[in-house]
């Protein structure tokens, strides 16, 4: 236990520092990291060197070779740099990697060398070439900054979104700025630059000095300038060998430190921890190294070679040809635990569990100890937390026990905190494994995210570790195994050595009915690669036709895609599909297609209904439809003409199209409504008024309104209306006109095919009692009753019913029977009834 | 406000307030002062979604009518165009659009397709060059309606004509949509039952659907044991006879639209004003709403007519009785207590005298010999009477012009009945329309044929009779005051289609394979499996739940049986009904007729 604080460095009275190994790199470098451009990503991420030859000017012929490594030194790529001088390289939120020409084009890499896309810094940075370039992270992903010949900036704050700024101008700047940063103050990056004695702040519009609170004296030039990992806090170095802390805003100071050394610092970075009070900076020359804070000593390491330093949230990794290593300030819990002759209760407890593993009674003394002060829940808590912070899975493990331990003698302490952290670990620990190389610490990893550090080893293709990352977490499907094996698809269909049916094998094979995999997006992927048929094969798998169909009309496979969206029954997604195909095809081709896809057919023709009546006509005529091609033209005889010729020829073409469909009825109707147009034309000629567009029925009743008997005869007679029928429209037509002699005279003109009951209702209806009784005593003798009690002959429907001796007759008469008038009647019916009831 | 919705076996609420919270989410994304330009076809069913109220507090100050032109002046932010997606409409948004630009601040322009997006639409959008004005274009997909406790319906008017006359499956992707946002609210249902071609598309698009979704597992306990799904056309006879229970009529002879109904407005001047009350007749007609939020609707609106009578007299003398209790009140509680209840009194005297004038309108026109006539053919057809010659009363109402949806109903209904006429029954008929009806009453004669509603017989064997007999589709001893039977909701006939789902919850369709294959279509089953954490243990008397799907449209008649099925005691099934519409013949003969001027 001695031992194990030997490499904690006091700084001041409260902090302790300390810096362990992470990984002896496994890189064989050929180059000085002194000569490279170097760019390491925050939270463990990856290195890229980019060996600088240009400014060494040495023979153009040599090209600069980029390498890509992982944090523990494995290579991911390599590749010869054909394009232009680079100036600054730096990694995106994303892990890409941005390379920035000196001619302000920012070329696009990913985290295996394959390159993305490229971008411009616009004009003015192309005319006057890039001096500098700072590639910073904020909270809406990775800017570029730039410095341009001409001394001016201009930056982007996402590269996603590229919205170039150009920041205003230092008035009278005559050299190049001693130092600069960006700062990231309220969502909008600012640039913070100092020239000589004076520091200026660019904002958007305006260029303002600034002077750092309580700085001291005799500065005549800054040197050096770090901004922390969340841009809360700003370090100055100056000429003199002084160092100033404080907020960003430079509006208030932290703290100041002399160190003395005049020469100009290779790197100055931040190193704190989230919520810790203490505030340091890390200062590097060729071979020192200053850890230096609120404290009148500051702490120091010799570097044994060229280093580099990547600040991070909770500390600095410092790392060279050699070695990797991480400098942090020791969390509070670490602290309270190790701290030499500490008595916190994780110390005691620590201490119980070492002494319960040796069977010694001493575990006992230990927890009473804790136990009385009422500290073991706290106990356990700091054992939890400080393993956390422990690097080295022994003592991970050593602290975890303790925890176990002294819970054993908690009752109901919630177990989760424990469980996760054992859960935490064991992907930390996975993840630091110098194979895969991402030395995240607790902290780290907390902020980054879970969701986050699996899209980065999907990104290193990790995906066997990912895929087992997610089951051990037991993370829902949606968001861990599929998507990662979706991920794992779409690096598969790259692979161009792979035919097209093992890869659509593997990849169902693997991915079988995965919930949440899109195989859309794979088969997408495919056909960016330029597999087709790929991509086709893939897409079979893919369940939700609306994403099928549009890649496959992307593709121009519209056939495949007309019957993937009949398949869904979605008609919209139908009627997309038929209307890139009415472009794509020429007429013929296109109708030979909807007459395989009947329900694609009855779509398309529901469509030309209400948008392209000819079109629809094709196509019956394309079906031989003769029977929808005669309602077409019928419709087209009521809908386009008005002259009558018209009308006639269009149905004179319904009617012709009605036979060749068999359809010998609907012929024959046709051509009577054109006889009976013709005809009514001619009326209207002869007798004026209005005949067009009457139904037969309508122009005989005209007729007889008119007193065209005979012509209505006539009509009838042609269009042999049934007799029945005529007698039921005459005798309405002529008791329309009251004309009672006539009504009189056609009821004698022959038997009355309908009787004589509707003679006397019609009359009743125009309230002439006096002819319906004329017609009353014609009724036969089963309507006979109804008749009389019509007309109002109460009594002798009476008289009628009772010689029928039927019951419904005798109710009925009875419910007539009203007021007194009817007494005897009502007597009379209520016996004659009884007398039936009785039969 | 909508509590009604709850009190059935499944809460319809829940569908009620997830469909409201997605409005309310669309509403507030288009932030500041909106108008809605409303299809006007959606403001019904949107009535029963969402009051005035609800858009006013998501800052709607302003509601339009879609029509072409210019947008009516409105000092908003927002201009939000609520449309289902048809073309034509399209061409009237852009009309809009291009109109408004030219003058005046810009406003921000939304569109929400009810009740889904339509690429076609917004093709046609681009194409007439304002697809860009939209800043978002969403759908809402607003597939099931919740009409009352156990009824739902997609009111979709043309439904039945797209799916079986025009080829056109729109209806049924939104049907299983529809299904399928219910399941995600009320968990999958495990058992799929259905009869007909439509069914069984629905149904192979709801698998589909499920596929898609894997992975979102549903984890709601399911609330329905089975769906079934039934095709309008498996049973084209119900809807054709005239509907004889009381909501049943009313539709008949008013017309119900989205749970309201339109009355002739005499009956319902109030009695109070005893002076000059004969002058101001209201002119307007009288707008009831009428679902089971009304206790004494809810109690008579499935019995048959003839039952009516007796309860609303009981009902009226309960009243009386209730009111005269104030003299009975002598102390101050009493006296406290009759007030506290006087405002659910008076509601229900209100409720009481609405529905007796409405019943003594229903009754003026059932007592007609005419209604009387009508009524005695059609059960003459449905007990197979004379079914295969003209029929005379037909030919009467013809020659004296009766409407023609009357006569249609009737020849349809003959034809049903006889498996199609003979060819020169039918020809007589269709000559005896045209004749008096005009000529280009072909178009909707031949729809009818299309759709099957009227055939000529083929082959020689007419199927009714065995139908008719194995379902027990014409029961003669019908009570209609205390029915025991389904009959009793036509006075005889037992909705084929009802019955069908009767005999499949006991004893199961195996008993019936037989008609089965004589009805069109396939019947089928599908079991869409749970996980074993959700599979349900029945309690003993425990009543399963069956959702009856109507594709092509139910009738109220229809909605009172399978109520009448879920209250019998023995029954074991208690029903929700959902339907693409709800309708009656005259309304459904009216969607598939077409005059071409």
Not at chain 1, 152 to 174: C, H, I, W, Y
Not at chain 1, 452 to 477: H, M, T
Not at chain 1, 624 to 641: M, W
Not at chain 1, 777 to 805: F, N, T, Y
Request: aromatic fraction near 8%; charge should be neutral.
């Amino acid at each position: 236990m001695d031992c194990y604080t030997a490499n904690w460095n006091p700084l001041g009275d409260s902090a302790f520092y300390r810096k362990y190994e992470l990984y002896s790199m496994d890189w064989d470098l050929k180059e000085e990291l002194k000569d490279c451009l170097v760019a390491a990503a925050p939270y463990g991420g990856p290195i890229a060197l980019l060996r600088n030859c240009w400014r060494k000017e040495k023979a153009a012929s040599v090209r600069p070779v980029l390498e890509i490594y992982s944090a523990s030194g494995m290579s991911l790529a390599t590749l010869l740099w054909k394009s232009g001088p680079v100036v600054a390289l730096g990694w995106s939120a994303e892990e890409e990697l941005l390379c920035v020409q000196e001619d302000g084009a920012v070329l696009v890499y990913g985290l295996h060398g394959d390159f993305r896309r490229h971008f411009s810094m616009g004009n003015e940075v192309l005319q006057n070439r890039v001096l500098d370039a700072r590639i910073f992270h904020t909270e809406f992903g990775s800017g570029v900054a730039i410095l341009t010949g001409a001394y001016r900036f201009t930056l982007s704050a996402n590269v996603g979104d590229l919205k170039l700024r150009r920041m205003p101008e230092v008035p009278s700047l005559q050299s190049a700025p001693s130092c600069w940063t960006t700062l990231c103050h309220d969502r909008v990056a600012h640039i913070l630059l100092a020239v000589g004695p004076d520091l200026y702040l660019l904002d958007h519009a305006t260029c303002s000095t600034v002077t750092p609170a309580g700085l001291a004296p005799g500065v005549s030039s800054f040197l050096q300038m770090a901004v922390s990992f969340t841009y809360r806090y700003l370090a100055l170095f100056t000429d003199t060998g002084y160092i100033w802390m404080g907020t960003a805003s430079l509006k208030e100071k932290l703290c100041e430190f002399n160190c003395n050394i005049r020469a100009p610092p290779k790197q100055m970075v931040w190193c704190s921890r989230p919520r810790s009070k203490e505030r340091a900076v890390v200062v590097a020359w060729e071979r020192r190294l200053m850890v230096v804070g609120n404290a009148p000593e500051s702490i120091q390491f010799v570097l044994d070679e060229d280093s580099y330093l990547v600040p991070e949230l909770d500390g600095v990794r410092i790392f060279s040809r050699s070695t990797h290593e991480f400098l942090h300030e020791v969390p509070v819990a670490s602290e309270e635990i190790f701290k030499i002759a500490s008595m916190a209760p994780g110390a005691l407890l620590l201490e119980a569990q070492k002494e319960y593993e040796k069977e010694s009674q001493k575990a006992d003394e230990y927890l009473r100890e804790i136990q009385e002060l009422g500290q073991l829940i706290q106990a356990v808590q700091q054992c939890i937390e400080a393993a956390g912070h422990e690097h080295q899975p022994d003592m991970q493990k050593s602290l975890l026990r303790a925890a176990s331990f002294g819970k054993c003698f908690l009752d109901r302490f919630p177990p989760d905190s424990f469980v996760r952290m054992c859960q935490d670990l064991r992907v930390l620990n996975a993840v630091r494994d110098y194979h895969i190389g991402i030395p995240l610490t607790y902290s780290q990893y907390k902020q980054l995210t879970i969701q986050v550090l699996l899209d980065r080893l999907v990104l290193r293709r990790l995906y066997p570790l990912a895929i087992q990352i997610c089951e051990y977490l037991r993370l829902p499907e949606v968001q861990g195994v599929s998507r990662i094996l979706a991920h794992w698809a779409c690096y598969k269909v790259q692979q161009k050595d792979v035919s097209d049916e093992d890869v659509a094998r593997a990849i169902n094979q693997k991915l079988g009915d995965t919930p949440g995999v899109s195989y859309s997006d794979i088969a997408a992927r495919a056909y960016g690669c330029g597999r087709t048929e790929l991509a086709i094969k893939l897409l079979e798998y893919e369940p939700r036709s609306g994403e099928q169909v549009p890649l496959l009309l992307k593709m121009k496979r519209s056939k495949l895609a007309l019957s993937k969206a009949i398949e869904s029954g979605d008609t919209d997604l139908v009627f997309t599909v038929l209307l890139h195909l009415k472009n794509e095809l020429n007429r013929g081709d296109f109708f030979m297609t909807l007459r395989n896809q009947p329900m694609a057919l009855s779509l398309y023709r529901q469509f030309c209904k209400h948008q392209e009546l000819d079109t629809l006509k094709d196509l019956y005529n394309q079906d031989d439809n003769h029977q929808e091609l005669g309602s077409f033209h019928i419709r087209a005889s009521y809908a386009a003409e008005e002259r009558i010729e018209g009308r006639v020829a269009a149905l004179q073409t319904a009617a012709d199209a009605f036979y060749k469909a068999k359809n010998e009825f609907a012929a024959k109707a046709t051509e009577d409504q054109m006889k009976l147009l013709r005809l009514q034309r001619r009326l209207e000629d002869e007798l004026g008024g209005q005949f067009l567009d009457l139904s037969l029925h309508d122009t005989v009743a005209t007729l007889i309104r008119g007193g065209h008997n005979k012509r209505a005869e006539q009509l009838a007679r042609d269009f042999r209306i049934p007799d029945k029928r005529l007698w039921w429209l005459k005798l309405a037509a002529l008791a329309d006109l009251e004309d009672w002699e006539e009504l009189e005279k056609f009821s004698k003109s022959k038997k009355s095919p309908i009787g004589y009951l509707p003679f006397v209702e019609i009359c009743m209806k125009q309230h002439n009692k006096y002819e319906a009784k004329k017609y009353a005593s014609r009724v036969g003798p089963e309507q006979k009753v109804k008749a009389l009690l019509l007309v109002g002959d109460v009594a002798q429907a009476a008289d009628v019913a009772i010689e029928h001796r039927n019951e419904t007759e005798l109710s009925l008469v009875l419910s007539h029977c009203t007021g007194s008038a009817d007494g005897a009647t009502a007597d009379k019916i209520q016996r004659a009834r009884a007398q039936v009831q009785k039969k | 406000m909508a509590a009604h919705l709850s009190y059935g076996r499944v809460n319809l609420n829940v569908l009620r307030e997830a469909v409201r919270r997605e409005l309310r989410e669309f509403l507030d994304k288009c932030a500041g002062s909106k108008a809605i330009v409303w299809d006007e076809y959606l403001t019904g069913p949107f009535g029963l979604i969402a009051q005035y109220s609800l858009l006013k507090e998501h800052e709607v100050e302003k509601m339009f009518t879609l029509k072409g032109n210019r947008l009516p002046a409105a000092d908003v932010k927002n201009i939000i165009f609520l449309v289902r997606p048809r073309l034509e409409l399209m061409d009237i948004i852009a009309e809009n659009v291009l109109s408004e630009d030219r003058r005046g601040p810009t406003r921000d322009f939304h569109i929400l397709f009810v009740p889904r997006r339509s690429l076609l639409c917004e093709q046609r959008l681009k194409d007439l060059g304002v697809l860009g004005s939209f800043i978002h274009r969403e759908e809402y997909s607003l597939d099931l309606i919740p009409f009352d406790g156990d009824l739902l319906s997609m009111e979709s008017e043309g439904a039945f004509k797209e799916c079986y006359l025009e080829g056109d499956q729109t209806s049924l992707y939104h049907a299983a949509k529809g299904l399928m946002t219910l399941q995600a609210l009320y968990g999958t249902i495990p058992h799929i039952f259905g009869k007909g071609e439509c069914a069984r598309q629905v149904a192979n698009m709801m698998v589909r659907m499920k596929r898609e979704f894997t992975g979102s597992q549903n984890s709601v306990f399911p609330v329905f044991d089975n769906l079934l799904l039934l095709d309008r056309n498996v049973d084209l006879l119900t809807p054709l006879a005239t509907q004889l229970t009381y909501e049943g009529l009313i539709d008949e002879i008013y017309g119900i639209q989205n749970s309201y109904v339109k009355l002739p407005p005499e009956k319902f001047t109030p009695k109070k004003q005893g002076g000059g009350g004969g002058k101001d007749l209201p002119t307007e007609a009288k707008k009831l709403q009428l679902n089971s939020a009304e206790e004494l609707y809810a109690e008579i609106r499935d019995k048959n007519f003839n039952a009516v009578g007796s309860v609303l007299s009981k009902k009226a003398k309960i009243i009386s009785a209730a009111f005269e209790e104030r003299h009975n009140a002598k102390t101050v509680g009493e006296i406290k207590q009759f007030v506290s209840q006087l405002p659910h009194m008076q509601a229900a005297r209100g409720s009481l005298a609405n529905h007796t004038s409405i019943a003594e309108l229903i009754k003026d026109v059932t007592t007609s010999e005419d209604f009387f006539d009508k009524l005695t053919v059609e059960q003459e057809f449905m007990s197979g009477v004379d079914t295969d010659k003209v029929n005379n009363y037909i030919e009467d109402c013809i020659a004296q012009k009766h409407p023609l949806i009357k006569v249609l109903r009737l020849v349809c209904l003959q034809s049903v009945c006889n498996s199609g006429l003979k060819q020169k029954v039918l020809d007589f008929y269709k000559r005896e329309i045209l004749q008096t009806y005009g000529y280009e009453h072909i178009l909707t004669l031949n729809n009818l044929e299309k759709a099957g509603l009227l055939k000529a017989q083929t082959g020689s064997r007419n199927n009714y009779p065995t139908i008719r007999k194995t379902l027990r589709l014409w029961m003669d001893d019908v009570n209609e005051q205390n029915p025991t039977d389904i009959s009793y909701v036509y006075s005889g006939y037992a909705p084929l289609s009802v019955r069908l789902a009767q005999l499949l919850s006991r004893p199961g369709w195996r008993s019936i394979e037989e008609v089965l294959r004589i009805l069109p279509g396939p019947h089928f089953e599908e079991r869409q499996p749970l996980p074993t954490g959700l599979q349900k243990k029945r309690q003993p008397g425990e009543n399963r739940v069956t959702l009856i799907f109507f594709l092509g449209g139910v009738t109220f008649a229809e909605i009172a049986a399978l109520r009448f099925l879920s209250q019998l005691e023995d029954g074991g099934t208690e029903y929700v009904i959902a339907t693409t519409k709800l309708m009656n013949g005259n309304s459904w003969i009216e969607a598939l007729m077409e005059e071409p001027r």
